[in-house]
């Protein structure tokens, strides 16, 4: 039977009107022996001009994007407008209450949905084999094919030659762990294993710009800690531009360079906080009494537009 095509995504660049939709970049202070983001008393949501990434060196360029989904009856704007930067080699997660639009944002820059307006730019590199990879939350790994054969199914179609392409994608379940299962099937493996199968088949096509979608939402508390911190290792590592979604405050925190907090429906972005945690990253940063204060700052930030 024919293969289901591109759940490795693609990258796009969309016509539409330019423009600038302002957000809150929050400033830093000493809490809890770190340096964490803090806002003055009563401040409030604001347009400001300063970037944490210079536009001309974005890798992903989002500019006035909205997403409107119509019905017979209605029409609901899910998304923006909204602008974001990504700069080259970031690790960006993306938070905001359910319905906010971060999986349609992740969706569009992967030309997986076209936007109602605006643009996404994606900035070639020449570094990788493709622009742009997705792993999603439901795992989207091809019951019929064993683990070598879904890691190697983006090189595949890619044309790479066999030789090649079963030596790039056991390179990735090597380092994934899963050499052992290399011609299981997905029925004969834990979540948290068909998890790593989707992430080594992003990763083996060398993608310049990695999106991840919830990948560890549907794994229980200590199987996602583990995968958080294999992510966590391989990503600095390489260094690979990263479009993160997570309801997780403590994932974002852990993983990020900045954490990009969203309204709720239609989603724009409300501030953008710079991790200030230095890399590379220990999962013992979880117990970091800054940790925690960033944890409570991020929530403070949140908490009205998920109530």
């Known amino acids: ?29 000493e809490v809890g022996g770190a340096m964490v983001p803090a806002a003055a008393e009563g401040e409030a949501i604001r347009e400001v001009t300063s970037q944490l990434v210079d536009p001309g060196d974005a890798k992903i360029a989002v500019r006035q994007v ?27 997660c993306l938070v905001g209450p359910s319905g906010c639009g971060k999986s349609t944002l992740l969706r569009i820059v992967a030309g997986l949905v076209n ?10 590199g020449g570094t990788g084999k493709v622009p742009v990879a997705m792993v999603f939350q439901d795992y989207s790994i091809y019951p019929w094919k064993s683990v070598l054969a879904n890691v190697r199914f983006g090189l595949d179609l890619a044309h790479v030659p066999r030789k090649e392409a079963t030596a790039s994608a056991m390179k ?21 294993m068909r998890q790593r199968v989707s992430i080594a088949r992003a990763l083996a096509v060398e993608p310049e710009v990695l999106l991840m979608d919830e990948p560890f939402a549907a794994l229980d508390a200590m199987l996602r800690m583990v995968l958080q911190d294999e992510l966590l290792d391989l990503w600095q590592s390489d ?23 969203m309204s709720a429906r239609p989603g724009r972005i409300l501030a953008d906080f710079k991790i200030p945690f230095d890399r590379p990253r220990r999962p013992e940063l979880r117990a970091d009494p800054g940790f925690t204060a960033l944890q409570g700052r991020l929530w403070e930030e949140l908490s009205g537009e998920v109530s």
């Not at 909204?82 to 970031?90: A, I, K, P």
């Not at 379940?173 to 029925?187: H, R, Y």
Request: charged letters at 25%; hydrophobic letters at 40%; glycine letters at 12%.
């Open 172 to 192: 990735w379940i090597d380092k994934l762990g899963l050499t052992d299962f290399a011609d299981a099937f997905p029925n004969t493996l834990s979540g948290g």
């Open 239 to 261: 260094r690979r531009t990263v479009l993160f979604v997570t309801h997780s405050l403590e994932e974002a925190i852990l993983l990020g360079d900045r954490v990009v907090v």
């Open 66 to 92: 909205e997403r409107v989904f119509a019905t017979k009856r209605d029409r609901v704007q899910a998304l923006g407008p909204m602008d974001l930067d990504v700069g080259d080699g970031e690790f960006v």
């Open 1 to 29: 039977m024919d293969d289901p095509v591109p759940t490795i995504g693609a990258g796009l660049a969309v016509n539409g009107n330019a423009g600038r939709h302002g957000h809150r970049t929050v400033p830093t202070s």
């Open 115 to 124: 936007p109602t307006a605006g643009e996404v730019q994606i900035s070639p």
